[in-house]
Antibody, heavy 116, light 108 residues
């Protein structure tokens, strides 16, 4: 199970930190991703942290977002800086299956709204 | 970037009917690394199919996937009331790991 938190209203140029609590499996033993969905729109993969600790980002967030994890707490994080209006979306954390970047477990999502 | 196109945009069918959804890729998807999800309003997506044709755990046999290269299909043999949702395909062969825009299956 995955449970996200930390969403809310942020101003353009501001920051937010999203959290995702995992239960039933270890975040450090799996590939963990963030996927977002703008209101009424489709899905966009944002970032992944691999079991070895390396990270990868979509071009749209590279240099502004940072994915990390705390293995001792089985927590996944997404630090979001320099937020823009087009970052407004529901943010889901998701677990990969079989070391491949498709997702067999999703959280319920946390909504981020970027507006002045 | 591999761009995925899904058709039709909306599919209006009755319970018990067969649904055929298409996902077309701008470039060949290697290793058949294509997944299908459905999403109901207010819920997270749920994995249905991976590897183009392997059903995820707990997914009923009425869901089947096929295809390779640039053309993939999701078939629902007989629609149940809980199957009316939006269906997304996703390729995980190459970064960025892109999704299609979705096909909405609604009740006729």
């Amino acid at each position: 199970q995955l449970v996200e938190s930390g969403g809310g209203l942020a101003q353009p140029g501001g920051s937010l930190r999203l959290s995702c609590a995992a239960s039933g499996f270890s975040v450090s033993s799996n590939y963990m991703s963030w996927v977002r969905q703008a209101p009424g729109k489709g899905l966009e993969w944002v970032s992944v942290i691999y079991s070895g600790g390396s990270t990868h980002y979509a071009d749209s967030v590279k240099g502004r977002f940072t994915i990390s994890r705390d293995s001792s707490k089985d927590m996944l994080y997404l630090q979001m800086d320099s937020l823009r209006a087009d970052d407004t979306a529901m943010y889901y954390c998701a677990k990969s299956l079989e070391w491949l970047l498709f997702f067999d477990c999703w959280g319920q999502g946390t909504l981020v709204t970027v507006s002045s | 970037e591999i761009v995925l196109t899904q058709s039709p945009g909306t599919l209006s069918l009755s319970p018990g009917e067969r649904a055929t959804l298409s996902c077309r890729a701008s470039h060949s998807v290697g290793n058949r690394y294509l997944a299908w999800y459905h999403q109901k309003p207010g819920q997270a997506p749920r994995l249905l199919i991976y590897g183009a044709s392997s059903r995820a755990t707990g997914i009923p046999a009425r869901f089947s996937g096929s295809g390779s290269g640039t053309d993939f299909t999701l078939t629902i043999s007989r629609l149940e009331p809980e199957d009316f949702a939006v269906y997304f395909c996703q390729q995980y062969d190459d970064s960025p790991f892109t999704f299609g825009p979705g096909t909405k299956v609604d009740i006729k």
